[in-house]
């Protein structure tokens, strides 16, 4: 299409090769759940997921992107995204971001969570709830919707609807977005956050998508610290990120991130996933 960057369609068989990228995702994330606790460095969870990534014969594609120091990326409370790994504590109360990648056979899986070590504050429980509620009403929107600008809509419905119903008005920040993937971790189309004006390329079986809310519990305004990774808050306020990589089918969705294929939390949305293995 006239105006747009090119997109990378996968045959079923290379989503397949996907897949395995993201499995290797999906069990950094349950490494790093499971290690990380108050009196942990971010350097120690980076070492968790460097370990997970060898034993599965994988690479981390964040490592040496474009110099990034790194395997994953630790963000903690007022960081939203791209913290580097490093000295910094853990301490009870943090919100925790760890957004993890891993290429498989030239392959790339990229996805994101959001803990708040215990003690939570019950604001901090809400802001990650509604990201990653906003997440998978975003991925629902690829397998219900015609254009890509409906996962956007999607993802700011769930905000306006946390204000409307709480009274607490949350921030989508706009200048990280989502993203294709394939050979590349980073490639076409951008997946939006919010509702624009230009409704997106047509939905088509062969896309493999990014879905990537960062939500603030401030002002999504921010800014990037000296390391020029790091994002922060410019009000200080706490914030959460959710992603999976998402494969479009002749039948369905398929959540390459997810153990599930995400079929429980698309199911409570009424939406079945389609698989391929």
């Known amino acids: 299409m006239l105006g747009r960057e090119r997109i990378e369609y996968k045959t079923p068989d290379q989503v397949r090769a996907m897949r395995r990228a993201g499995l290797v995702v999906a069990d950094i994330h349950a490494a790093l759940r499971a290690a990380a606790a108050p009196g942990m460095t971010t350097a120690d969870l980076d070492a968790v997921a460097a370990d997970v990534l060898d034993r599965a014969g994988a690479r981390s594609n964040f490592l040496g992107y474009q110099g990034y120091p790194a395997h994953v990326c630790i963000s903690v ?50 802001l990650v709830r509604t990201t990653e509620r906003a997440m998978w009403a975003g991925v629902a929107a690829l397998a219900t919707g015609t254009r890509l600008g409906e996962v956007g809509a999607a993802v700011e419905d769930v905000v306006d609807d946390v204000a409307a119903t709480t009274g607490t ?102 939406v079945r996933v389609a698989p391929l293995d």
């Open 169 to 270: 008005r949350l921030g989508i920040v706009e200048e990280y977005v989502g993203h294709g993937i394939g050979t590349a971790m980073h490639q076409p189309p951008d997946v939006l956050n919010y509702r624009a004006r230009d409704r997106g390329p047509r939905l088509r079986p062969g896309m493999v998508l990014c879905v990537e809310p960062m939500i603030t519990a401030g002002s999504p305004v921010n800014d990037v610290l000296a390391d020029d990774w790091t994002v922060v808050t410019r009000d200080g306020s706490r914030a959460a990120h959710y992603e999976h990589t998402v494969a479009l089918g002749p039948a369905g969705v398929w959540v390459l991130t997810a153990p599930d294929g995400g079929a429980a939390a698309l199911g409570e949305l009424g």
């Open 77 to 126: 409370n007022e960081e939203i995204v791209h913290g580097i790994p490093g000295g910094r504590v853990l301490r009870a109360g943090d919100v925790v971001s760890f957004d993890c990648g891993a290429v498989v056979a030239g392959w790339h899986g990229d996805a994101a969570f959001t803990l708040v070590l215990d003690p939570a504050d019950p604001a901090d429980e809400l």
